[in-house]
């Protein structure tokens, strides 16, 4: 039981949204690997088990123009719309996709992708 009481209290932290007042958005997102990456998210010392994944904290400072937090180099930023769930916006470009965002109003899942995994995360602006 306290298991999965664990497990549902990961599952709502990594989907939640902490706003800071200064023009400075955390988000936590999720990591999935990306279909260039090989790997697989077995552990060596388990027994054929997968571990879960860990969450990701990101965040998107407007003043500065940066999106800090994932080590890998990110190459597709999107915005999504969470109630239609397509791909409404895609950037290359981390100014262009700041930029964007500073216009939006409301809550959307944004999405980096990067050579070897997919970060997902809500945004409320």
């Known amino acids: 039981m306290k298991r999965h009481l664990i497990i549902l209290i990961t599952f709502f932290v990594s989907n939640i949204i902490m706003l800071a007042s200064d023009g400075v958005h955390t988000v936590v997102m999720n990591r999935t690997p990306t279909e260039l990456d090989s790997s697989n998210n077995y552990d060596e010392d388990s027994t054929d088990r997968r571990t879960p994944p860990r969450p990701v904290m990101c ?6 123009r940066t999106v800090d937090g ?5 190459f597709i930023y999107e915005v999504c719309d969470p109630e239609e ?7 290359s470009d981390e ?3 700041i ?4 216009g939006l ?3 959307y899942i944004i999405q980096f ?3 070897s995994y997919v970060y997902t995360g809500y945004l409320v602006l």
């Open 85 to 91: 769930s397509l791909v409404g916006f895609t950037f």
């Open 59 to 64: 965040t998107i400072d407007f003043s500065q």
């Open 105 to 107: 109003k409301g809550e």
């Open 95 to 97: 100014e262009d996709f």
């Open 113 to 115: 992708t990067t050579c």
């Open 99 to 102: 930029e964007f965002l500073e």
């Open 70 to 74: 994932i080590s890998y180099d990110i």
